[in-house]
C-alpha cells in the first residue's frame, strides 16, 4: 500500500503522525512535506531496531497500518491498532468482521473491492475524525 493512499487521513484536524515504515518504502515519505509529522521524525527513521519500534508505539495512541510485522508488534503490545487489508487478507486476518481473533486491540478494515484502497481509507479517516 503506498503512502499516498493514506494522506486523506492529513486531512483529519488534530492528527500528527508518526512513521515507522522502514527499508524501501520509506523512501516515499521524502516526498510527502505536507504530511504533519512528529518532531523527532528523522530519529525515528533512523532506528532499525524492533525495540525502538515497540518503544515508539508505546507513545503513540493509535497505529494505522496495512497488514505488517508491526501490527503484530502492536498488538500484542495492546496497542490501538486499525489495520488496512486488502480484499483476500492473509489468512490470519480471516475473510469478514472488523474485529482479530489474535488481538484485542486491532481493528480491521477491507477493502470492498480488490485494489479499492479508498474503501478501506475513507472509513479510517471517519473513525478518526470521531476519535479513535
Not at 75 to 97: I, K, N, Q, S
Not at 115 to 131: H, K, M, N, Q, Y
Amino acid at each position: 500500500m503506498e503512502l499516498a493512499h493514506w494522506l486523506p487521513l492529513a486531512q483529519v484536524p488534530g492528527v500528527e503522525f508518526v512513521s515507522i515504515q522502514k527499508g524501501l518504502g520509506s523512501k516515499q515519505l521524502e516526498q510527502q512535506h505536507d504530511l504533519p509529522l512528529v518532531a523527532g521524525q528523522a530519529q525515528v527513521s533512523s532506528s532499525l531496531d524492533f525495540r525502538d519500534t515497540a518503544a515508539v508505539l508505546a507513545h503513540c495512541d493509535l497505529l494505522i497500518s496495512a497488514d505488517s510485522g508491526v501490527v503484530h508488534l502492536a498488538g500484542a503490545l495492546g496497542v490501538p491498532t486499525w489495520v488496512a487489508l486488502r480484499w483476500v487478507p492473509e489468512w490470519r486476518w480471516l475473510l469478514h468482521g472488523e474485529v482479530s481473533p489474535w488481538y484485542r486491540s486491532v481493528r480491521l478494515f477491507r477493502q470492498s473491492s480488490d485494489g479499492d484502497w479508498g474503501s478501506v481509507v475513507e472509513p479510517i479517516r471517519r473513525a478518526l475524525a470521531t476519535g479513535p
